[in-house]
């Protein structure tokens, strides 16, 4: 690679962040981080990196969408038999990272997932445009497939099938709540001395306040 990545760097100094500023609840903080991405149009702001790890202790990432965040859960869709459904299906522990560039600030959440109920997951499906509905059922998501042709032939019939009636939302198709057990927020400054602090929840469904090294 002839590209010079060493010199690739930029400073940070929009904001600071000191334990005077941050709530004892952690979804507060959240609440104020993530309204001021979307205010400010930040570029994809419930953008979430979420990890998992496979049966055989491998981790794997991909980007999901955040849809909500409700009784101290953040609450994300997908395919159930995707490569994420079947690592959450044998280990529900799992990661989710917001990175807000523009704002020079990262939210780094772990804790643990699981399904939401049937009713949930229709009312949420169901609030889905047309096509992303016929695109859920249609799509083997994680699977190889021959050909981008093939998948559009089956959006065109799957989509003829469902004319004029509601979609059924797959079986296969559904969210997921996470409970997270541990919540860093990390705000970029100056000479790399970032400020990081971390929620730890307590056994008593508190949580306990560090301010981590950079």
Request: without cysteine; hydrophobic residues 35%.
């Given at each position: 690679?002839?590209?010079?990545?060493?010199?690739?760097r930029?400073?940070?100094?929009k904001?600071?962040?000191?334990?005077?500023?941050?709530?004892?609840?952690?979804?507060?903080l959240?609440?104020?981080?993530?309204?001021?991405a979307?205010?400010?149009?930040v570029?994809?702001?419930?953008?979430?990196?979420?990890?998992?790890?496979?049966?055989?202790?491998?981790?794997?990432?991909?980007?999901v969408?955040?849809?909500?965040?409700?009784?101290?859960?953040?609450?994300?869709?997908?395919?159930?038999?995707?490569?994420?459904?079947?690592?959450?299906?044998?280990?529900p522990?799992?990661?989710?990272?917001f990175?807000?560039?523009e704002l020079?600030?990262?939210?780094?959440?772990?804790?643990?997932?699981?399904?939401?109920?049937?009713t949930?997951?229709?009312?949420?499906?169901?609030?889905?445009?047309?096509?992303?509905?016929?695109?859920?059922?249609?799509?083997p998501q994680?699977?190889?497939i021959?050909s981008?042709?093939?998948?559009?032939r089956e959006?065109?019939?799957?989509?003829?099938?469902w004319?004029?009636?509601?979609?059924?939302r797959p079986?296969?198709?559904?969210?997921?709540e996470?409970?997270p057990?541990?919540i860093?927020?990390?705000?970029g400054?100056?000479?790399r001395?970032?400020?990081?602090?971390?929620?730890?929840?307590?056994?008593?469904n508190?949580?306990?306040?560090?301010?981590?090294a950079?």
């Amino acid at each position: 690679m002839d590209l010079n990545l060493r010199s690739v760097r930029q400073e940070y100094t929009k904001r600071g962040l000191s334990r005077n500023q941050i709530p004892d609840n952690p979804f507060l903080l959240f609440e104020q981080w993530l309204g001021q991405a979307i205010s400010q149009e930040v570029n994809e702001p419930t953008a979430m990196l979420v990890g998992t790890v496979s049966p055989e202790g491998h981790p794997s990432t991909r980007t999901v969408l955040l849809k909500e965040v409700v009784d101290q859960k953040f609450v994300f869709y997908t395919n159930y038999l995707s490569r994420k459904g079947k690592h959450i299906a044998e280990n529900p522990a799992i990661s989710l990272s917001f990175v807000w560039h523009e704002l020079e600030r990262q939210v780094h959440i772990e804790g643990f997932a699981k399904p939401l109920s049937p009713t949930i997951s229709d009312e949420y499906y169901h609030s889905r445009p047309y096509k992303s509905q016929i695109g859920a059922r249609i799509s083997p998501q994680s699977q190889p497939i021959p050909s981008r042709f093939k998948l559009m032939r089956e959006f065109v019939k799957e989509s003829a099938k469902w004319m004029g009636r509601e979609i059924e939302r797959p079986n296969n198709w559904g969210g997921y709540e996470v409970e997270p057990i541990r919540i860093e927020f990390w705000q970029g400054r100056p000479s790399r001395l970032h400020d990081r602090f971390l929620y730890e929840k307590e056994a008593n469904n508190s949580w306990k306040i560090n301010r981590l090294a950079p």
